[in-house]
Each structure stands twice: as C-alpha cells, then as structure tokens.
C-alpha cells in the first residue's frame, strides 16, 4: 500500500505540471507579465537597478510553480531571455527535489548573467544550476550586498503558498529562440 501510494502522490504531482498553460506560439500578454516581473523586483528592491545596466543579458520567468509531498518534489515555470535589453528567446525551468518536503508555493525568478559568455553557456540548452546555486529573495537592498557566483545572480520573489523542506536538488533550463516571423 505504501507502493501505491507513492505512485499516486507522484502521478498527482507530474499532473500538475501539465496543468500549466500551453501556447503553439508567443503570446504577448507572457512578454508583457514579464516585463511586469522586472517592474515588480525593480519596485521591491530599487537596488537591482544595477543588474538590469551591468549584466550582459538576464532571464525572466514571472510564475514558477513548486510543490512537494514526502520524499519528492518538483518546480515548473517559463520565462524569457534578454540580452542587453532585447527579447531574444523563451525558455523553461524545471527542478526535481528529493528529501522531506511539504507544501506548494509560487514564486518569480530573474537569472542575471555577468557576461557574453555566460549568457551563451544559457543559450546552449540544458543549463543547469546546482543545489549550491540558491536563489537570493527579493526585500529592499537584498542586491546591495549580492554579487555574480560564477557569472550568474539568481533572485526569487514568493508570490503565494507555503513549503517546508530539506530537500536536495537542482535547476535546469531550456532555451529557444525567438525567430522573427
């Protein structure tokens, strides 16, 4: 029985994610709310300012959904990718959590990335952020005393929910392109 009802608890959880919007093509109301995101961290923390001038290019992902229920859990969102200040494609993030874990939560994310190059390792595809790469949250003058941990600063803002954990995992993003039509 206790088989079963991992299975399910895991089945309801990869559900979920498929419960996120699906769209053949761009939608510009998503281009909007994120730039509604980095209104809103701009807003909340004034002193990002200098991430938004100083970094090569950043990525937008405005609704990033996470949940998680005994020993696994798990984290789905897409955003989009600037570089120097233009819209140059999508991309996603999924994360997998394994250790105790309870709850489910939204939250905003901005990756800035210092240079050219560190931008390209993003652009290449599955990019991924270790468990040593956390998020820093989003209060006012947070990014007064942050800097870049090899080439990237990664802010969050909870948005709703309430999660407790202990959990060990990992951020892996995909990137795509925006070809001009």
Do not use: C
Not at 95 to 107: R, Y
């Amino acid at each position: 029985m206790r088989t079963r009802g991992k299975i399910v608890v895991l089945l309801m959880l990869f559900m979920g994610f498929g419960v996120l919007q699906a769209s053949a093509g761009w939608n510009p109301h998503e281009e909007d709310l994120a730039q509604q995101t980095v209104s809103l961290f701009q807003k909340t923390d004034p002193t990002m300012g200098r991430f938004f001038q100083e970094a090569y290019g950043y990525a937008v992902f405005p609704d990033v959904y996470k949940g998680g229920f005994l020993m696994l859990g798990g984290a789905r969102g897409k955003g989009y990718v600037y570089e120097q200040g233009a819209l140059i494609g999508r991309s996603s993030i999924t994360q997998l959590n394994v250790g105790p874990q309870l709850g489910g939560q939204s939250f905003a994310e901005i990756i800035f990335f210092r240079t050219q190059s560190d931008l390209e390792d993003f652009k290449r595809g599955n990019y991924e952020l270790n468990a040593q790469a956390s998020a820093i949250a989003v209060t006012s003058g947070v990014a007064t005393n942050t800097d870049y941990s090899d080439g990237v600063a990664i802010f969050a803002l909870p948005k709703s929910g309430l999660m407790a954990e202990a959990s060990v995992g990992g951020q892996k993003f995909s990137f795509e392109p925006y070809v001009s039509q």
